[in-house]
């Protein structure tokens, strides 16, 4: 794609060599036990699949829709669930895939939810982690790459809905971000 707009920061194969990484060391922490896949819809669905097919185990998928009111690129702190898992959380070892974690409002605020429907344990993997941005703590336990404070789409994250379907991730400079 030649897009002006768009500048290359990891690219494909980088991408899916660390997520193959990703998927056996997940595999290697839980061995055994239900281990529940939880994708937050879009952004992270594009790393779930490669994630899950790159562990060497059973998986159960579910996906969870968020929507973050906020202005701009900024979250507000406001959470809502606008879609809800299909399946039982109770005893079993969860794992929440979510694409970038940015100020951490929203898994922030995700946990506590998840918390409640008594899970055995629960998780955290991220693809992207934007550290200088962080307004609210939160412990991910797996992270596919640390990236400075740009904005960034492609491989499930979007500006818009756009850029969505790109392989690499790339920076998008634009004036009226
Ligand atoms: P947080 O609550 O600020 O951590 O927001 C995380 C969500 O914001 C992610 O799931 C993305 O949907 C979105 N987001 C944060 N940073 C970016 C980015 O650089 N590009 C695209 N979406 C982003
Ligand atoms: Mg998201």
């Known amino acids: ?46 790393f779930l699949t490669d994630l899950a097919r790159a562990m060497k185990r059973d998986v159960f998928v579910d996906f969870m829709g968020i929507s973050t009111y906020g202005k701009g690129k ?19 070892d969860v794992l929440v895939i979510e694409d970038i974690v940015d100020s951490g409002v929203t898994l922030n605020y995700l946990l506590h939810v998840l918390q409640q429907r008594k899970p055995r344990s629960l998780q955290i993997a991220a693809l992207l982690d934007k550290p200088e941005r962080r307004l609210r703590a939160v412990d991910v336990r797996y992270v596919g790459f640390q990236i400075p404070d740009d904005f960034v789409v492609g491989y499930g994250l979007d500006h818009a809905e756009k850029y969505r379907n790109l392989d690499a991730i790339c920076v998008l400079d634009h004036t009226d971000l």
């Open 74 to 92: 900024t979250s507000s702190g406001e959470v809502k669930v606008t879609k809800d898992l299909d399946i039982s959380l109770e005893g079993a």
């Open 1 to 46: 794609m030649t897009d002006p707009n768009l500048r290359v920061l990891i690219p494909s194969e980088k991408i899916q060599a660390r997520v193959r990484e990703m998927g056996e060391q997940i595999s290697n922490d839980y061995p055994a036990g239900n281990l529940h896949l939880i994708c937050i819809l879009k952004g992270a669905c594009f």
